[in-house]
């Protein structure tokens, strides 16, 4: 059974402050999703990784996907009170149709 | 621009009722999902479809019901509700499918289900 932890599960820092959270597992991922979801919505994409040792940079955040293609990094440079909500990763698994999600990082970031 | 559209929003039932989660898209997308996100867990998939006319099953479809018989519409049905289905339920759609591409899915804005 292919599962995605991440980590940590709750984090609560200052604005202006760098984070980084993460998607581990001990299964390889064709790919990698990260969505960030707020409060009384859905999910939202923010970006597919592919590539073992890929980087791929939105701004303040850069996502890392693992040269094994096992786990996956978020990293929030000077964080804002916008970037508050809970990030979820989520990785194509071998059914066609599955994806795996982690249970999410919930990030909360104080003015 | 209405995306996907789930209604209710909110809804309370008693143990044994049924009633219809409704989720309708304007995309034209062909793949439509449903899921259950509960706290501390991921998302689970409980059916999908590919298609109009066209449905399977998904991680756990046990108590659920669902038909397409359009593209646009894709209810889920829950018959004889119980405890353990209160969860915050998702619809959403794809073009093509998480097979073929590495496309994003979009998400309707759930619905929030409590049975008691």
């Known amino acids: 059974t292919q599962l995605l932890e991440q980590s940590p599960q709750f984090l609560s820092i200052q604005e202006g402050e760098n984070l980084t959270v993460y998607c581990n597992s001990s299964?390889?991922?064709?790919?990698l999703q990260w969505y960030r979801q707020e409060p009384g919505e859905g999910p939202v994409l923010l970006v597919t990784?592919?590539?073992g040792g890929e980087v791929k940079k939105l701004k303040r955040l850069t996502f890392q996907f693992g040269d094994a293609r096992k786990d996956s990094s978020l990293h929030i440079t000077a964080a804002q009170p916008g970037d508050t909500g809970l990030y979820l990763c989520?990785?194509?698994?071998?059914?066609?149709?599955?994806?795996?999600w982690g249970a999410g990082t919930k990030l909360i970031i104080k003015p | 621009n209405a995306g996907v559209t789930q209604t209710p929003k909110f809804r309370i039932l008693k143990i044994g009722q049924s009633m219809t989660l409704q989720c309708a898209q304007d995309?034209?997308?062909?793949?439509m999902y449903w899921y259950r996100q509960d706290p501390g867990m991921g998302l689970k998939l409980i059916y999908y479809?590919?298609?109009?006319?066209?449905?399977d099953k998904g991680e756990v479809p046990n108590g659920y019901n669902v038909s397409r018989s359009t593209t646009e519409d894709f209810p889920l049905r829950l018959e004889l509700a119980a405890p353990s289905q209160t969860s915050v339920y998702f619809c959403?759609?794809?073009?093509?499918?998480?097979?073929?591409?590495?496309?994003?899915?979009?998400f309707g804005s759930g619905t929030q289900l409590s049975v008691l």
């Open positions: 989520a990785g194509k698994g071998d059914s066609n149709y599955q994806l795996i």
């Open positions: 299964s390889v991922f064709s790919s």
């Open positions: 990784v592919v590539t």
């Open positions: 995309m034209n997308h062909n793949y």
């Open positions: 479809s590919v298609g109009a006319g066209i449905t």
């Open positions: 959403a759609s794809s073009p093509l499918g998480q097979a073929l591409t590495n496309e994003k899915l979009f």
